[in-house]
């Protein structure tokens, strides 16, 4: 079975379908939803484009009370599945997907963490396969590289290729000569993101991918009885090297099952430490 999804089959005529998450509370006054607009703007000066904008601070869902029954028993267990049910239908049907958030106290804003939190199940059983990602930034000053990080690492465990990523210094938007290189970056993310998306092929997985592909298979052999279990050997995946058939890099590969066999030893002799 695969969910593996390329768009080489795109229908001519269609505007390309994209959902973007704005993760700042200050909705449209944010500079992260600002610069998806730009994004899109450019995105449409090459093909047709529509962006549906998800407000996260509109979105109404509570803290993930954490009972984590849409792993354990399903994604339509989760008490605000009536919320996040729609939401992950519309990414399914996106073509793909933007994900923003600015940066508040060094790290990913309360909003968007929360927001993914709800799609836990999904870095259990991925499914997004083929689907095209961008993620953006936003900070006055620094801590980009962690939410750039958090934000692709996220999108990419829920099987999305992330194209390419974009974080802005806010304070620095009032400067000319800034905003040029800005709106230069733009053009080519919006560039990048379309030409990704046309292609329609398969992203080769960066060496955390691979990784955090070994870990999930680790965990999920060892939970013979579960939900996981059932949907990874439905797939093929508790042997495989990585979710779909894709090239990998052999170094990658062969240090990425290297260390998986060690994780294997490790948590077989209970002999892992305390991290300090
Ligand atoms: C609670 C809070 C924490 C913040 N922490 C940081 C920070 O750690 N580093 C930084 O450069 N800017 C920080 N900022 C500034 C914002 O990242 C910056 O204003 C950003 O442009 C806001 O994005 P937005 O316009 O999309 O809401 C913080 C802002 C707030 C409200």
Known sequence: MSESKTNGGLPAGRPLKILAFVGSPRNEESWTWKIMVRIEEQMQAIQPTEVEYIFLKKVS??????????????ESSCPEFATIG??????????????????????????MKNFVE?????????????K??????TASGGGHTQVLDFLEGTATAWGCDVVTRLGISSAQMRKPAYVEKV???????????????????????KFGALMNFRAMQNMTRNQKDSVNYKFWKERNWLDKEFYTDVPINPWARMMAGYIARKM???IRKGNAKPYR
């Open 61 to 74: 869902v509570p803290y993930c009370d954490g009972c984590l029954t849409c792993v354990s028993i399903g």
């Open 86 to 111: 729609p939401i992950a239908a519309k990414m399914d049907a996106a073509d793909g997907l933007i994900l923003g958030a600015p940066v508040h106290t060094f790290a990913v804003t309360g909003l």
């Open 118 to 130: 709800y799609f836990m199940y999904k870095r259990n059983r991925p499914s997004f396969f083929g």
């Open 132 to 137: 095209k990602a961008v993620v953006t930034a």
């Open 183 to 205: 709106d230069a970056c733009v053009r080519e993310v919006a560039e990048s993101f379309i030409n990704e998306i046309n292609k329609g092929e398969l992203g080769s997985p």
């Open 264 to 266: 294997r030893r490790g």
